[in-house]
């Protein structure tokens, strides 16, 4: 089993800047952030491997970073330019045997 903690979600601004943060109770391979808006389904928003290879969904590139601390077993979501499409429940993944997810974190941009 593997346990995910997420934390850093909230209102924001068009424009503004969010930092996500989620820490796994063991270490991984594969940790990733999805996110699924109201009536969409969930989509891939940027993963990272532990050496450091990164993929971004096209939507984000450019103005999202993944990161990660690998002693710390935790993954970061740096997220800037935000736009009002990138509201979503964001969950934080990684996979070790099964696919595990953690329990979500609301990210909204309003004005």
């Known amino acids: 089993q593997v346990q995910l903690v997420e934390s850093g979600g909230g209102l924001v601004q068009p424009g503004g800047s969010l930092r996500l943060s989620c820490a796994a109770s063991?270490?991984?391979?594969?940790m990733g952030w999805y996110r699924q808006a109201p009536g969409k389904q969930r989509e891939l928003v940027a993963s990272?491997?532990?050496?450091?290879?990164?993929n971004y969904a096209d939507s984000v590139r450019g103005r999202f970073t993944i990161s990660r601390d690998n002693p710390k077993n935790t993954v970061y979501l740096q997220m800037n330019s935000l736009k009002p499409e990138d509201t979503a429940v964001y969950y934080c993944y990684t996979r070790r045997y099964s696919d595990y997810w953690g329990q979500g974190t609301q990210v909204t941009v309003s004005s």
């Open positions: 063991v270490s991984t391979n594969l």
């Open positions: 990272i491997t532990s050496g450091g290879s990164t």
